[in-house]
């Protein structure tokens, strides 16, 4: 992925005004620990739907559409969410743009923890003048912990020393 692609998107959720948290590889990163990563994972604040379209009309204005043959829209729906839970065993929605080809975006589908909680406990960051938030290193951990991946426990390992180093 790009700078420019990755603040194209991050732009793209600032101007919609939604509630959102970076979380996965990027946050990682943001966190301190250089590592690659092809998406941009984020949770939105689902409860509000008039946001939730807004963040999607953003990203659909850069190109983004969903992986799957479904109208991007439906992404607000919480009823085809729980859906794409239950009959597909989903955990993200997943968008891409012909414009940004280098950037996959995938928004999850429910949000992996309290999200006001979450938000409140976030770390806010800065990215070529965009101003945005990732998960906290707790979070983060709890996440990937859960998430179970090797990839997921390596990283748990990183955020761990980074939290023991910052509480030095």
Not at 26 to 34: I, N, P, Q, Y
Not at 108 to 131: I, K, M, N, Q, Y
Request: no cysteine; proline share 6%; charged share 25%.
């Amino acid at each position: 992925m790009t700078s420019d692609s990755l603040t194209a998107a991050l732009r793209a959720l600032q101007r919609s005004t939604a509630p959102y948290l970076v979380v996965g590889g990027v946050a990682v990163v943001a966190h301190g620990f250089v590592r690659l990563t092809e998406d941009l994972d984020v949770v939105l604040r689902l409860e509000d739907s008039d946001s939730v379209r807004r963040a999607l009309k953003e990203l659909a204005a850069l190109g983004y559409q969903p992986l799957v043959p479904v109208p991007i829209e439906s992404f607000a729906d919480p009823l085809q969410r729980a859906s794409w839970i239950e009959s597909k065993h989903a955990k993200v929605f997943q968008l891409y743009s012909d414009r940004f080809p280098d950037l996959r975006i995938d928004l999850f589908l429910t949000p992996p923890f309290d999200f006001d909680r979450a938000f409140s406990d976030a770390t806010p960051v800065s990215l070529a003048e965009v101003e945005f938030h990732v998960a906290s290193i707790d979070d983060l951990i709890a996440m990937k912990r859960a998430a179970g991946r090797p990839k997921d426990l390596d990283d748990v390992v990183h955020l761990e020393a980074l939290r023991n180093w910052h509480e030095e």
